[in-house]
């Protein structure tokens, strides 16, 4: 019985080894009856004048191939980097020998020798002569690597015709000029991130009966359908039972006493990845005796963290389990409160769940004496990659040494906690409560870099976007699109951007409509001009709102009372809208993620929703680019006609002149 699993990072390598040596053996046997056939050959032919050439040639030939014949004796005996350092000593002692020589460094060169070269740009050396005894080598290396079964006979001919143009320039140049397949970088990633559970992107044909899928409590059963929930979303169907095993030995051990695996999940936008946590999470906290906080869930902001807070109180509603949200919106003392109460001097947690923000939750660890983390067993870290980005704030750390800090208390407690380390006998008893983490986001980066930032044990992914690693030839991540958006991008001036957007709302009647510009500012400009303007309810919504009036913002858009709502990227993460129609990009948005988060306000749930970019110009080559190399199924192109904004144009531009006496007025104010 395997008592622990090891992952290597085997990548393509694997094996490589022992048919790596094998093939240098048959390269080398024939090359040595290669040598015997010529011997043979040069003592029966006569002299004559192309002979002559011919037996220059041979002999020249010759002369390349005792390196390379050296070369693959070495290869023989060693290792692959062994053979490439021999290599470089080969070409330094040469180059040591020619006095005449020169750099020259290309990128192509790189390309050309694959692997071996493919990170830096290399530097060629050329030399008068002999530099052919190198390239030659390296060829043979190339070959040997890419086809070992060739004969030789192809590589000498073309070491001839190498040899012809260089006579006629008195140098080589070694590689770079010539036309040849570039092999592409392909990029390898660990198994986990290569092959993970799928889960499919369609919702609407994928859903799954609440009561089909395995494990959830008939308590939940009711609620969920309370609630209108009759079906699972696909992430749902497979992540659910994925977090309630991962419990199926209770809150305090992992199964078999093991460590659990910490959860990946990237899904698209709106596919349902909340209730995918909510539900295992809640289920599983039925079970504890003792109140303490034992799920621990993360947002960037204060509006998801309000959201994914009401959905935990939604479904722990009517239980003994107590959600509570720390996020700065109440004092903190408000929330020292919310958190634990002090009885007979000794402190105790009145919360079960807490939801916060990654700032106000380091201060409650630095300040809050009475805040433990002690008992976390679930970390739950919602938009994991801008959360991942946010690492330098170290609320990571802060978090996993507040877990596993140490009472002070001597008694040896049965579960006492201790980080964990490698896994050992010894680490394995006494068993402790394990810390799961679980990650979710629509754009999960796929870089392992930056997720071994997370420390994940043992991590199993869920995702829509399944790559295998043969065909990722790219480094950029791709993402999945939700299903029913349709994505256009607008042609357009700066100066018929406004128009658009009134031509929009006011004769298509594309409402509602979430509309995003890329600065404060924008935003608020554009929100007076459609103002003044008029025929069209407006707001605007950016961090220079108050909490309160960004919460009345959202509510008022969400219940149809404003058609448009104009935003900075504050609304573009994680914010469930019901009902918003159509996404307008005024201003394109810089990256890819922004991008896809944005669009993703609408076509949520399985339904359908329309995106569209305005793109300058010059911006319309590199945007559709990029949207293209994240997996889009496709941009389309959307054409205004100009007739179409011709009669908004005269009252368009006495709105300007108005707009600009307001903004006056505006930055006057600001100065007193
Ligand atoms: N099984 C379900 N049946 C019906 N509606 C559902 C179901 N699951 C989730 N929803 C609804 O789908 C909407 C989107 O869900 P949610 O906000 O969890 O998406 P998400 O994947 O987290 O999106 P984002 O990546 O944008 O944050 C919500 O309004 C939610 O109530």
């Known amino acids: 019985m395997a008592l622990f699993m090891i992952n290597r990072y085997l990548g393509e390598e694997e094996d490589c080894e ?57 290869k023989t005996k060693k290792s692959e980097k062994v053979r490439k350092t021999d290599l470089a000593d080969e070409v330094a002692s040469s180059a040591k020998k020619k006095k005449k020589r020169k750099s020259l460094s290309t990128e192509n060169e790189s390309m050309d020798t694959g692997e071996k070269e493919s990170n830096n740009e290399k530097s060629i050396e050329i030399t008068e002569t002999s530099e052919s005894d190198i390239a030659e080598n390296k060829k043979t290396e190339e070959e040997e690597n890419k086809k070992p079964e060739e004969s030789v006979e192809p590589q000498i001919s073309q070491e001839a015709k190498t040899e012809n143009s260089s006579s006629q320039s008195g140098f080589h140049i070694l590689g770079g000029f010539e036309e040849k397949t570039v092999q592409k970088v392909k990029r390898v990633l660990p198994q986990w991130l290569a092959q993970p559970d799928v889960i499919q992107r369609d919702i609407t044909s994928n859903l799954i009966p609440i009561s089909e899928v395995p494990g959830i409590c008939p308590t939940l059963l009711k609620k969920l359908e309370t609630n209108g929930i009759q079906s699972f979303f696909p992430v749902q169907a497979e992540v659910i039972p994925a977090i309630l095993e991962s419990v199926g030995s209770g809150l305090l051990v992992g199964p078999g006493g093991y460590r659990p695996r910490d959860i990946c999940v990237s899904a698209p936008t709106g596919s349902g990845k909340t209730l995918a946590f909510v539900i295992p999470v809640v289920q599983a906290l039925f079970k504890r005796v003792v109140r303490e906080v034992r799920a621990l ?19 722990t509603e009517g239980t003994s389990l107590k959600v509570v949200m720390i996020t700065g919106q109440k004092t903190f003392a408000a929330e020292q409160i919310a958190l634990s109460e002090n009885r007979g001097g000794v402190s105790h947690s009145l919360a079960d769940i807490v939801v916060a923000t990654p700032g106000r939750l380091v201060d409650h660890i630095n300040k809050n004496s009475n805040f433990s983390l002690q008992h976390v067993r679930f970390l739950i870290i919602d938009e994991a990659d801008r959360m991942i980005d946010g690492m330098h704030q170290s609320w990571l750390s802060q978090v996993t040494k507040a877990v596993y800090r140490s ?7 049965v579960f006492k906690r201790i980080l964990p380390g490698p896994i050992t006998v010894a680490s394995l008893s006494p068993p402790q409560i394990p810390l799961q983490k679980l990650l979710f986001s629509a754009t999960l980066t796929q870089n392992p870099e930056k997720l071994q930032l997370l420390d994940l044990h043992q991590p199993r992914l869920f995702s829509s976007t399944h790559t295998c690693t043969e065909t990722i030839t790219q480094i950029q991540d791709t993402f999945n699109f939700p299903q029913g958006l349709t994505e256009y991008y607008i042609p357009c001036t700066l100066s018929k951007k406004p128009l658009i957007i009134l031509h929009f709302l006011l004769r298509l009647k594309f409402s509602p409509a979430l509309c995003f510009t890329n600065s404060r500012q924008a935003a608020h400009r554009l929100y007076l001009l459609v103002k003044l303007f008029g025929g069209v309810e ?9 909490p309160g009036e960004r919460q009345k913002t959202l509510k008022d858009f969400e219940q149809g009372k404003i058609p448009l709502l104009i935003s900075t990227d504050a609304a573009a993460r994680g914010i469930d809208i019901s009902g918003v129609k159509c996404v307008i990009n005024y201003d394109a948005p810089q990256y890819i993620r922004t991008y896809i988060h944005r669009v993703g306000r609408t076509a949520r749930a399985g339904k359908v929703g329309s995106a569209f970019t305005f793109l300058l110009e010059v911006q319309e080559k590199n945007f559709l680019q990029m949207v293209k190399d994240a997996g889009s199924p ?32 505006e930055n006057a104010k600001k100065r007193f």
């Open 538 to 546: 407006v707001a605007e919504f950016s961090s220079k709102l108050s």
């Open 634 to 665: 496709g941009i389309q192109r959307h054409f205004v006609q100009p007739e179409a904004l011709k009669s908004m144009e005269a009252r368009y531009e006495q709105t300007l002149a108005e707009l600009s006496k307001v903004v006056k007025e």
């Open 407 to 413: 009472t002070g208390d001597t008694q040896a407690s």
């Open 297 to 315: 869930a993360v947002l960037p902001t204060k509006e998801l963290a309000q959201q994914v807070s009401k959905v935990f109180s939604t479904y």
């Open 18 to 74: 022992s048919s790596r040596e094998s093939r240098s053996r048959a390269l080398l046997a024939k090359l040595q009856e290669q040598v015997k056939a010529r011997e043979r050959q040069s003592i029966s032919n006569t002299p004559d004048e192309d002979d002559d050439h011919q037996g220059d040639k041979e002999h020249k030939k010759r002369k390349c191939e005792e390196p390379e014949l050296e070369e693959v004796q070495c």
